[in-house]
């Protein structure tokens, strides 16, 4: 079995900070991609950052200057701080890991279960 969990969601204040974690368990192939995205009421899931095994960075616009992604991909784990939090990063965010598939010359996708993060005005 495959388990990602993540940690560190809660409640804060306009302008706080937040660490999120993430660590991915169990039998997997080698992980490619790590990332997170989160999904608000009434919206899409949409990505926040990505790290890639190489150490490329890839940010969404509205996070980009506050979030910082960095992971250690050799432990399967990936993080993301969270700082000048405003009310619209308000959601449910979730960890993503991507595995390549050699058998199937393809990839693999891992999701947790999510966090939320509350940001009151």
């Known amino acids: 079995q495959v388990q990602v969990v993540e940690s560190g969601g809660g409640l804060v204040q306009t302008g706080g900070s937040l660490r999120l974690s993430c660590s991915a368990s169990g039998t997997i192939f080698e992980l490619n991609t790590m990332g997170w995205y989160r999904q608000a009421p009434g919206k899409q899931r949409e990505l926040v950052a990505t790290v890639t095994s190489d150490g490329s960075t890839n940010y969404s616009h509205s996070v980009e200057g506050r979030f910082t992604i960095s992971a250690d991909m050799a432990k399967n784990m990936v993080f993301l701080q969270m700082n000048s939090l405003k009310p619209e990063d308000t959601a449910v965010y979730y960890c993503?890991?991507?595995?390549?598939?050699?058998?199937?010359?393809?990839?693999?996708?891992?999701w947790g279960q999510g966090t939320q993060v509350t940001v009151s005005s």
């Open positions: 993503h890991a991507q595995a390549v598939d050699t058998l199937i010359a393809g990839t693999i996708n891992y």
